[in-house]
């Protein structure tokens, strides 16, 4: 008879090799789609490569590197990258826990609110930025007639440095709330009624409630949403693309836009692929830091 140790040791054998046989199609996929082009990005990103050219495409070292240091465009895409970020995490955070704690009530035809607040989000962000644009329109935009009629305005809205990015920033916590709203309200549904109970019992008030039950009951899909929302708002495209083509004075000019901008558009891939990799490196940076902050949180 077989040892207890060597059938032991067998199943672990199998169980082994059916956790490879799981992974190995997304590991796969994870090397063909994530680290073989980040490993072309960074070889592109030392040559001069043009992809209109490509026959004469030459090794020029860090050029490209030392360039970058010194163009203008992409430090400003940098920068309105990162105000993108700050503006739109806190009040899109704000917008989805708002919008959960008002359709967490039990009324009668809550869940036509429910998936009236949901909508924006399955609906295409270039058919949403194409809308906004008319709602900000300066002439005869929807935002300007309401403002008129109580005789403010009008304004140019995605015609002004100055209100360029916070438009866009509106629109885009708008748009994303609705899932972010949905993830809260599961979570409010998941804290014991019990707690509010007692606690209307002890005699808390509503807000005393919200802030001593309901925040440390959401502290964990806070965290992920706010992580979420940061991975995604990194990515920001579309909307500058759509609304104000990166401007103006390229104030609404964002790190992915000018990467898109410089390989396709100029066709110099080799620039456009040393903007990638410093932007890859800033995006690591800042992930491990928001790691280490919810790891600390998390002991806390």
């Known amino acids: ?14 169980e082994n090799w059916t956790g490879l046989a799981f992974i190995t199609p997304a590991a796969v996929l994870l090397f063909i789609f994530l680290f073989i082009p980040f490993l072309m990005t960074l070889g592109y990103s030392f040559t001069n490569y043009n992809i209109l050219k490509p026959q004469a495409m030459e090794f020029i070292g860090l050029k490209n590197f030392i360039k970058l240091t010194q163009d203008t465009v992409f430090m400003k895409s940098i920068i309105n990258t990162f ?44 058919v949403v930025s194409i809308l906004w644009t008319y709602i900000y329109n300066p002439n005869n935009g929807l935002l300007n007639s309401l403002l008129g009629s109580v005789g403010i305005g009008p304004f140019k809205f995605l015609n002004d440095p100055k209100t360029a990015m916070l438009c866009i920033v509106i629109l885009s916590a708008w748009q994303g709330c609705g899932f972010q709203m949905m993830i809260f309200l599961s979570g409010l549904q998941d804290i014991p009624a019990y707690l509010y109970e007692a606690a209307a019992v002890d005699g808390a008030t509503p807000f005393q409630q919200f802030r001593n039950i309901t925040i440390p009951g959401l502290r964990n899909i806070t965290v992920f949403i706010s992580l979420s929302i940061v991975v995604s708002a990194f990515q920001l495209i579309v909307q500058p693309m759509m609304m104000t083509g990166g401007g103006p004075q390229n104030s609404t ?18 620039y456009a692929s040393a903007m990638a990799f410093v932007f890859t490196l800033l995006v690591l940076i800042i992930t491990l830091i928001q790691n280490k902050i919810t790891s600390k949180s998390n002991e806390d």
Do not use: C
Not at 107 to 124: C, D, E, H, N, Q
Not at 253 to 270: A, D, H, L, P, R
């Open 83 to 126: 105000v993108f970020v700050l503006l739109v995490v806190p009040i899109q955070v704000g917008l989805a826990l708002g919008l959960a704690l008002l359709i967490n009530k039990k009324l009668k035809g809550i869940s036509v609110f429910r998936m009236a607040f949901f909508a924006p989000t399955v609906l295409s962000l270039v």
């Open 253 to 270: 000019m964002t790190i992915v836009y000018e990467i898109y901008q410089t390989g396709f558009k100029y066709s110099q891939m080799g």
């Open 1 to 14: 008879m077989k040892s207890s140790a060597a059938v032991k040791r067998k199943k672990l054998t199998k």
